[in-house]
């Protein structure tokens, strides 16, 4: 069966849905990475490809509330470079959904969330290294006004791969996340900045995704019937991550950005 409606649910099954979305909520206004665990949800109560049809309109409610949250800390400069490659990427991902079945949309979502994870490891420990010979004025600077790098070229060749592997990803599994936040997190982000760019980011690109999923069949009357009961709990989940993310210092924010990847890929692909 290649769709899913809310009457086809069982009750532990709806359960799981409804605690996703509340993940989706707190990952959008506090730790991004925590929406790799609603999307292996997601996949293992629902087909493969029905459930990112199912997940994005919850997504998009996430982002609203995240806009809502941090519209004062997106930097704008940033996602300028990111769109146009992250319009390709997303073409790509299109194209490679009319023929990927299943199985391979599943496996293909479990293997960028731990390739994202282990490639986010090994930043992060690169800039840990980095950090050591920085001082942190210059990096406080890099949080508040966004980092300078990306106007270099070698920063905005990083934004067109970044933004090219990104579409493809949100596009096939929902996943940009994961890059995403491996981009900001490696070009100097602190926390307000990190979740206000990718805030702006996510709405303007999933709301862009809709027609091409509406075309693939995986956004149709049934899922959103669906989404309607499930948006109800993304509500108290991005009132949780607010209450949550002025408690959470910014070593904590990035481990548990990268520890919820690796929980959801591998959930994934163990399933």
């Known amino acids: ?38 999307l292996a949800i997601f996949a293992a109560m629902l087909p493969a490809r029905a459930s990112t049809g199912v997940l994005l309109p919850v997504l998009i409610a996430g982002d609203v509330l995240a806009v809502l949250t941090y519209r004062r800390h997106a930097h704008w400069p940033t996602l300028w470079r990111l769109f146009p490659a992250v319009a390709a990427g997303v073409v790509v991902g299109t194209v490679f959904l009319t023929w990927a079945d299943d199985e391979a949309v599943g496996t293909s979502i479990g293997a960028i969330l731990l390739l994202m994870a282990a490639v986010t490891v090994w930043r992060r420990r690169a800039a840990d ?4 010979t920085a001082s942190e004025a210059e990096r406080e600077q890099g949080g508040r006004n966004g980092p300078d790098q ?8 990083k934004a067109r791969s ?34 206000g760019t990718s805030a702006f980011f996510f709405l303007i690109v999933n709301t862009s995704k809709v027609p091409f999923s509406v075309g693939l069949g995986l956004i149709n009357a049934d899922s959103l019937l669906l989404d309607a009961a499930l948006v109800l709990f ?33 959930q994934l692909l163990l399933r």
């Open 234 to 266: 993304v509500v108290p989940g991005a009132l949780l991550g607010k209450w949550a993310v002025g408690r959470i210092n910014q070593r904590l924010f990035e481990q548990l950005v990268i520890a919820a990847t690796v929980v959801g890929g591998l």
């Open 150 to 157: 990306v106007t270099s070229r070698a920063g905005r060749i």
């Open 129 to 132: 290294r980095a950090a050591r």
């Open 1 to 38: 069966m290649d769709t899913m409606t809310l009457w086809h649910l069982t009750g532990w099954e709806f359960a799981a849905l409804a605690f996703a979305a509340l993940l989706v909520g707190f990952s959008k206004t506090a730790v991004s990475g925590a929406n790799t665990v609603s």
């Open 162 to 195: 970044y933004g090219v592997l990104g579409g493809f990803t949100t596009m096939v599994a929902n996943a940009g996340g994961p890059v995403m936040s491996m981009y900001l997190l490696s070009v100097g982000f602190r926390k307000l900045g990190f979740l």
